[in-house]
């Protein structure tokens, strides 16, 4: 796979657009803000506020260092350790940090200021976060079309429902996707329509056979020209795209013209492969693939901007996992022509990101520096990690995990963990019937992002008839519920539950997040659910 | 007129919600998420990362005290003074303020922190701000129906597109309206529709004539069922609502079933009657009327809210003029099934505001207490009275001023300035014509907001054709910003601009801002703005 840069433009792609997108005009006071940029211009034209009447003369925060997180499991942390967190501590006061500023009035030209960020912005961010976003943009994903454009947002979701509305008809999605994107399509009249999923997500050949075989009289609407996709640490799947199979989907879109939003957020929460635990210890190697010190060179390698050489890709990215969630920031990275359309959708509703948080977030980066932010990248990477492998390391001590290769459906390609109980040494009397010898359910260790996907085998229950499952999926999610646990329900992603109400596969599922929960409460979590669902199993009726 | 509490709840309205609003359907994992708040749950369910991961420990801020702004302009400010502001300084230093910490962690219960305020949240805004909103909300507005409830949104802007979004068919508006109001209803098929106004907002005769008279055969679409306006210093006419012309419009509203969305930013920057300097010196007593003690009681009396018994007002109040634009922040008070459908709305779109911004915000509002919060609205409102006299006293230095009442138009029952040259005391070789007793421009002082409303005289211009307006004001505009100077330009005010891409009056207007403006630079542009009327006027060739 070479990542040579074709150095061309992108392609016109403006036929995609819909009447509803087609028909947003620039807002007129934006049109009129552009000469504010006129040094010394004297402007009474917008309704803006004096910056003398922002209540705050500045803001400070105590910012942790880049280097906070290890980059493996065998260093120190330089603050939180992962030992702390095992014993539930989460004390600030440990975390090493260097304190920022952001004056009212810039006291050096280009700096990151009050009077600035807390006024009426444009649509597109502040410049100072466009300017740090352009190099690591370049830098990382280096896109292989030139006149790529950056246009920030209000995170991947806003960024999603954004994405949805310049289209019509129908979007092709995963099988199990997330549910947010599908709850925005809907009231728009726009159609997920599902494609099967294996081991490395979406599959290429029923993709291409979904298009070829298209039949617009007997689906009633033209064939899909929009595919919205999560191709890193898949919600809820956890799956992740090789190489050649985003090159296979890319290749598809081409021919059918089809647009790809790929929305992004786990991207850098790579994870490498599960290593159990008796294999990664003693010595404490890190699990997994060692890293590569050409981590982001790998990176290169998988990520789609590469492959889009004509720009059909709209990226979203999403400070929401690599800052914070609340910080509701993040970016498209798209070709001009959808850029513009995006940004005038902008102006009439959300205006601009949040000054507050685009100033914090901007003087972190700017404070961190280019490499200080890679540095906390791979950090983080290196959390998540441990924390993946700490939840299966729980799994594997609570139930007895058998590994097979999946030889068809959704983990194709993939080892599948078989979960059964294990040989209690005292046999509880409320246990009638060992549960040794019954898979109650399977998952296959992410190599990505922050959950790991239960298929439950409920056709293993003793009172199971088909027709059963989300009955007994609800019953199950339920107890675990009532017994201070929770999980998320799998019928929530399924990508047409909210179009049509059903669900479109014959087993239960749960999502099981390991991203936040201290060690010792998932390690509680984890007690917990083995007695329920070992109980669960051995009931004889519902 | 009573202020009674009629006690009464909102009545069902669900029969105004479009297609496009029936069909949001709650987010799936959001409906998850109300399980988060039990207490001591495991939960394994969302995909939230740990707030250890959050880089930042805590953010301070030097917050401005509540009586920065003198109650009365003899009164000494506590911080920055008019002098102060006329001489171009912007030091924040000479702020008087307080420091808060808002800590990752809370150390007492309740308190705002950054482990709540930078994770995924609620659409509906954080619980703290949540409940200062409902006591100012009760205190301030008082609503006459009791189960209204309030929405946290993404600012105004985002509100009306919000808002605009569940209706179909026509929207009725002001003749001269917010112009992103309008650009975010076009691409929903959604038609403004002007009624005329006065020197008190919209006509109410006019409304009921439009209302009863509406022909849906010959207008092609059903009489129109929302309303949307800006009551108070509204954008751009300056203009505001008297008590007895608002219930006029509650009642019709009432008698033809049709909503009201209330965009309400310039609420607090009620200003009183301009009294020209001569007037009001010496003794420097403020402009206008003298501020009466009960001043929040008068506030209640001009709210609409007080009328609405049914809750047929969705009213959008914003922090953009009163903290800072770059807030992103305001909130929804309205019905509660309106609420709901907005709720579901802003989960799939923005999903919350940005948390940076709500905990600073929230820390600032609960550091100030409720009644320090009054204070500073108070104090921001002397501010922009003394703004708005200071703007016309420097028109009234710079150009010769005659008081008229208006006895028809947009200004019926106002007193107008009818502005010309003043004779000079050396005469420019290049003024070869007195302008002396030609009308200019027109404007009425407002009584609230942020701008000044010019009516262009341009059939006064000696080369002035009928059907020449557009190319005039366009003319003068853009001579004013090569000189240096920006004002609004009138056209992009007109409720049908942007729809038919035609303007609907027959002379030129500029709107002008006295709201951000160092007074020294007010006082430049105005008399760069004298000096290039004046010329332009005085041609005889276009």
Not at 61 to 72: D, K, Q, R
Not at 348 to 365: N, Y
Not at 384 to 398: H, K, S, T
């Amino acid at each position: 796979m070479s990542i040579e840069k074709h150095g061309t433009k992108s392609i016109d792609l403006s036929h995609h657009l819909s009447e509803l997108s087609k028909a947003r005009t620039i807002s007129p006071l934006k049109g009129v803000m552009k000469y504010f940029a006129q040094p010394g211009i004297l402007s009474l034209a917008g309704g803006l506020p004096s910056p003398a009447y922002f209540p705050v003369s500045d803001i400070s925060a105590n910012v942790l260092v880049p280097e906070s997180f290890a980059l493996s499991p065998t260093e120190p942390s330089t603050s939180l350790s992962w030992l702390w967190k095992l014993f539930g501590s989460h004390d600030a006061t440990k975390e090493k940090t260097q304190a920022v500023t952001i004056p009212k009035y810039p006291v050096v030209t280009g700096e990151i200021n009050l009077a600035t960020s807390l006024q009426y912005g444009q649509a597109i961010g502040m410049a100072q976060l466009q300017d740090f976003l352009k190099q690591f943009i370049s830098e990382v994903y280096r896109p292989a079309f030139e006149d790529w454009a950056v246009l920030i947002d209000t995170g991947n979701t806003d960024g999603g429902y954004d994405t949805v509305q310049p289209w019509r008809g129908c979007v092709l999605c995963e099988e199990w996707t997330y549910p947010s994107a599908v709850a925005s399509m809907v009231p728009f009249n726009i159609k997920p329509v599902p494609v099967a999923m294996d081991g490395l997500g979406m599959k290429s050949d029923d993709l291409e056979n979904l298009l070829s075989q298209w039949d617009p009289v007997s689906r009633q609407m033209p064939r899909p020209h929009v595919m919205y996709i999560v191709p890193v640490g898949q919600n809820p799947s956890g799956s992740t795209m090789s190489v050649a199979r985003k090159k296979q989907i890319y290749d598809i879109c081409v021919k059918y013209d089809v647009i790809i939003v790929e929305d992004d957020p786990y991207y850098f929460l790579q994870l490498g492969t599960y290593t159990s635990k008796d294999d990664r210890f003693p010595g404490a190697t890190p699990s997994g693939k060692p890293m590569s010190p050409s981590f982001f060179t790998l990176f290169h390698l998988t990520i789609r901007f590469s492959f889009d050489y004509q720009g059909r890709v709209i990226r979203l990215d999403t400070f929401s996992k690599t800052i914070a969630p609340g910080s509701r920031l993040g970016w498209f990275t798209c070709n001009p022509a959808f850029a513009e359309r995006l940004e005038r959708q902008g102006e009439t509703s959300t205006q601009a990101p949040c000054g507050f948080g685009q100033a914090v977030v901007t003087k972190i980066l700017m404070h961190w520096t280019y490499d200080g932010y890679i540095r906390w990248l791979r950090g983080l990477r290196t959390e998540y990690q441990q924390r993946r492998d700490f939840f299966i390391d729980c799994l594997a001590e609570e139930f007895h995990l058998h590994a097979v290769p999946a030889v068809a459906g959704v983990w194709e390609g993939c080892t599948v963990y078989q979960a059964s109980s294990k040989v209690k040494k005292s046999t509880s009397m409320t246990e009638k019937y060992s549960a040794r010898d019954r898979t109650m359910f399977s998952f296959v260790p992410p190599v990505a992002g922050m959950f790991v996907w239960m298929k439950l085998h409920l056709d293993q229950h003793p009172s199971f008839a088909p027709g059963d499952e989300d009955t007994l999926e609800t019953k199950l999610w339920t107890k675990l519920a009532e017994n201070g646990v929770l999980f998320g329900p799998g019928w929530i992603f399924a990508a047409n539950a909210i179009a049509e109400d059903s669900h479109n596969n014959d087993s239960g599922h749960f999502r099981v997040s390991f991203s936040n929960a201290e060690f010792a409460d998932l390690k509680k979590a984890v007690t917990i659910f083995g007695q329920i669902i070992r109980e669960f199993f051995q009931e004889e009726d519902l």
